[in-house]
């Protein structure tokens, strides 16, 4: 199957910035979008950005211009530079492979959808 480990959360200041990664490993054949999405306390999860396996990028409005996602798809990671960070972009950061296929002793399986466990981002003001 496909297993997705972030990395890079942690506590900064308003203004500061922070680098999140996402390493998917397994035996992997494809993945089309790999994306991140973040849940707050009391919200529901929210798209923040997305990346196809073409490149093509999308965000949340209010990320656009202070984040920037970028993927290897040679080493199958994803990124997610953040940018004068918000008190309100706190919450918990969910990696994302959307339509995902892998080899199964020769038997191509798919298309699944895969999360990481969640990295923590802490924006004190």
């Known amino acids: 199957q496909v297993q997705l480990v972030e990395s890079g959360g942690g506590l900064v200041q308003a203004g500061g910035s922070l680098r999140l990664s996402c390493a998917a490993s397994?035996?992997?054949?494809?993945?089309?979008?790999m994306g991140w999405y973040r849940q707050a306390p009391g919200k529901q999860r929210e798209l923040v950005a997305g990346i196809t396996s073409g490149g093509s990028t999308n965000y949340a409005d209010s990320v656009k211009g202070r984040f920037t996602i970028s993927r290897d798809s040679a080493k199958n990671t994803v990124y997610l530079q953040m940018n004068s960070l918000k008190p309100e972009d706190t919450a918990v950061y969910y990696c994302?492979?959307?339509?995902?296929?892998?080899?199964?002793?020769?038997?191509?399986?798919?298309?699944?959808?895969?999360w990481g466990q969640g990295t923590q981002v802490t924006v004190s003001s």
């Open positions: 994302n492979a959307d339509r995902s296929y892998y080899w199964d002793y020769g038997v191509l399986r798919g298309p699944f959808d895969y």
């Open positions: 397994g035996t992997i054949f494809s993945i089309n979008t």
